[in-house]
């Protein structure tokens, strides 16, 4: 799983910072790799609004999964150890959980007659 970081606010009507004063627009910097990139520009966008008490920006984390379709033909149905030495085969990234469950129903009912074959779906 990776993240990505947004600095994200603007000027409200009041300090309860739920509407935008009239005019104003929400703001969205971004995205940063890191959270210190989001901190330097969040600093920077503070300091320039810092005699304004409507002015309000926050850090936002956005994660993004992949999804992995996981599996092969194992050698017993404790499903632990890929047969002939293999190694798990790994389909994927697919951005959507349901893009990958189609390729897991595709792989689970190609191989539905035998038992030591599995399929899973794993995020990251």
């Known amino acids: 799983m990776s993240d990505l970081f947004w600095v994200r606010g603007g000027i409200y009507t009041n300090t309860d910072f739920t509407t935008l004063a009239p005019g104003q627009k929400h703001i969205d910097l971004g995205p940063f790799d890191t959270y210190e990139e989001a901190v330097a520009v969040w600093r920077g966008k503070s300091m320039e609004h810092v005699d304004d008490a409507y ?60 038992a030591c074959a599995r399929f899973r779906i794993d995020s990251v």
């Open 55 to 114: 002015a309000r920006f926050y850090i936002q984390r956005e994660q993004h999964v992949e999804y992995w379709v996981v599996g092969g033909v194992y050698t017993d149905t404790s499903f632990k150890t890929i047969a002939g030495g293999l190694t798990e085969t790994r389909i994927g990234p697919f951005d959507s959980l349901e893009d990958a469950k189609l390729e897991w129903k595709s792989r689970a009912m190609a191989s539905v007659d035998d």
